[in-house]
C-alpha cells in the first residue's frame, strides 16, 4: 500500500528527518508517536505529497509518488487535518462533497453519485444529522468527525491521519479511535499520530516511534513502546503496565 | 440539496424595478408607459409615436449609464466573492491586490501627460494588470511563507508605493486644469460613460467571468488551509493563479471606465452570504444580482438627489458603512 524508503524529509532548505523506512500494509493502522517537534507532521506532509523528499523514495500501490498527479494521489491518499475552524459557514455535508474533488473534472460540480458517497461516509462516522450544519457550529469532536467523513469522500485506500484527538475530550477520542479501527477492518490502511501512546496500544496494528526526525522503534506497540523508548521520546519516566488483556502507559511523578 | 430560489427571484425582481425606475427618473423625467412603449417599437420594429428627444434621453443618455452602472456593480461584485473566497476571508475588497492603485496611477499618470479620455481608460487597465501582475509575481518568489500572506502584504506594501507615486504626481499636477481632472477620476464616475466604454469593458469583464462560472465548485477549496485543499487534489497554484487573473481582469475593466467606486466589492458578497451560504456556485449570481441592482441605485441616487452630481463611491461609502456594521452585528460569528 505505502513504502517508505531510507526517505530524508524536510522543508525547503531545511531536512528534518532522515533515514525512515517503513511499509504499510491493506487494512493495517500504525501509528505515529513523538515530541512535538519531532518531525511528525513533516513526515506526513512529504508522505502526501505536499512536500518534496530530500531523499529516499515513497511508494504508493507499488508507484513512485513523484509520478502521480496531485489528483491521482487524492485518489488513493484522503487526508484528515487536525480540526481547525475553517473561516466560512460551509454547511458539514458541503464539507464532505469537497472530498468528491479528485474524482470530478475540473470544471464538474458533484452529481448523485457524488453524493451518495458523501451520504455513506457521514452516516459511517454517525453524523448524518449534522449534514446540514453549519461546520462553524457543530463542536471539535463533530467537526472531527466531518474531516474524517471527507476525507472517506475520497474513496481513498489510505488515510492518514495527523493528531485526529488532539483537542478533543475523552469521549471524542474514544470515537474517533473507533472509527479508526471500524475503517481498517473495512480494509484502509491508516497512518495516525497521536501524543497518547495508549491510542497506540488501543487502535494500531504498529507503532513508530520518531524523535528528532529519525526512527526510535517500529513494530508491534506491545514490543516497541516501553519504559525506556518513551522515555527516550519525551524525556519522562513512565512505567507501562499491563491491563485487561492490553497495556497502558502511567507517568511517574516525583514526589 | 435544497432548492433556495427565493432571494435570487427576489433579486432579479428588484433589479428588473430599479432598472426601470432609473431610465424614468432624472432631469428629464420619462414615464414608465412611454419607456414599455420605446421598448415594444424597438422590439418590433414599429414606428415609434413619441417625442424624439424621449427616444434620446432612453437610448443615448440613461441607457449607457445604466447598463455600465449593472456592469461595473456586477463585475466588482463577482470579483468581490472570488477574492474573499479565495483569501478566506470577508473583509477582504477587490482591490486587495492593488489592482486599483495601479489603475488610478495609470490614469492619473495619462491626466499628467495631458492624454485624452481614450488613453486614460487604456492606461488604467494597464495600470490594474501591472500592478497585480508585480504583487503575484514577487508574492510568488517569497517562498517559505504562507502563500496567500505572502500575497497580501505584497498587496498591502505595493499599494502603499503606488499611492505615494499617485500622491506626488497630483503635488506636480496643474491645480487648474489636472488636478480637478485627477479627484474627478479618483472618486469615480458613471457621467460619462459612452456606448464606446461599454463595448470595451464588457467584453473583458465576460472574459473574467468566464472561468469563474466554470471553475464554481472548485472556487469553494481555495477557502481550505493550501495543504487540504492540494490534498483533496487541487492544483492550487495553478486555480489561484487564475482566479486572479480572472478578477483582476473584471475589476480593471470595472475601474477603467467608472474610476474607483469602493465598497461594492467588499459589501455585496458578503450580504450575498448572509443569504445564500459560501458555496461559490449559488453565492456567485447573488452577489452579481445584488451589485448590479446597488450601483444603479446609488448611481440613480448620485444624479437624482442634488443639483449637482453626487460622485458614487462618495454615496457607496455613505450607504456602505452603517449597512456593513449592521450586517456585521447581524451575523456574530459565522459568515
Known sequence: ?255 | MKTRALPYLIATGALVGLTALAFAVGRYPVSLAEIFSLLSSKITGSESTLPANVETVVMQVRGPRVLAALVVGAALAAAGTAYQGMFRNPLVSPDILGVSTGAALGAVLAIFLSLNIFFIQMMAFAGGLAAVALVYGIGARLRGHDPLLALVLTGVVIGTLLGSVIALLKYLADPYNQLPAITYWLLGSLAAIAPRDLAAAAPLALLGLAPMLLLRWRMNLLALPDDEARALGVDTRKLRTLVVTAATLMTAAAVAVSGIIGWVGLLIPHAARLLVGPDFGRLLPLSMLLGAGFLLAVDTLCRTVAPIEVPPGVLTALIGTPFFLWLFALARKSW
Open chain 1, 1 to 255: 500500500m505505502l513504502e517508505a524508503n531510507a526517505l530524508a524529509f524536510g522543508f525547503p532548505g531545511r531536512t528534518v528527518g532522515h533515514d525512515v523506512s517503513f511499509s504499510l500494509a491493506a487494512g493495517e493502522v500504525m501509528c505515529v508517536l513523538g515530541p512535538n517537534g519531532g518531525g511528525k507532521t513533516t513526515l506526513f506532509r512529504t508522505l502526501l505529497g505536499l512536500l518534496p523528499p530530500h531523499g529516499g523514495s515513497i511508494a504508493l500501490q507499488g508507484d513512485a509518488l513523484k509520478t502521480l498527479s496531485r489528483r491521482e494521489i487524492a485518489r488513493r491518499v484522503g487526508y484528515v487535518p487536525q480540526g481547525q475552524v475553517s473561516g466560512f459557514a460551509y454547511t458539514v455535508l458541503e464539507v464532505v462533497l469537497m472530498g468528491r474533488t479528485a474524482h470530478l473534472g475540473a470544471f464538474g460540480t458533484p452529481g448523485e453519485r457524488d453524493r451518495r458517497v458523501a451520504a455513506r461516509a457521514l452516516e459511517t462516522l454517525g453524523i448524518a444529522h449534522l449534514a446540514e450544519r453549519p461546520v462553524t457550529q457543530v463542536s471539535g469532536g463533530e467537526r472531527q468527525l466531518a474531516l474524517i467523513a471527507r476525507a472517506l469522500a475520497q474513496e481513498p485506500r489510505l488515510l492518514v491521519m495527523d493528531e485526529p484527538t488532539a483537542s478533543l475530550d475523552f469521549g471524542n477520542q474514544v470515537r474517533v479511535l473507533q472509527s479508526v479501527s471500524s475503517l481498517a477492518a473495512s480494509g484502509i490502511s491508516i497512518l495516525f499520530a497521536s501524543h497518547d501512546p495508549d491510542h497506540a496500544f488501543l487502535a494500531a496494528h504498529r507503532a513508530l516511534l520518531l524523535a528528532e526526525g529519525r526512527v526510535v522503534a517500529l513494530g508491534a506497540p506491545a514490543e516497541v513502546i516501553r519504559a525506556d523508548t518513551l522515555e527516550r521520546l519525551y524525556q519522562v519516566k513512565v512505567s507501562v503496565v499491563p491491563v485487561g488483556g492490553g497495556h497502558t502507559c502511567l507517568p511517574a511523578l516525583e514526589r
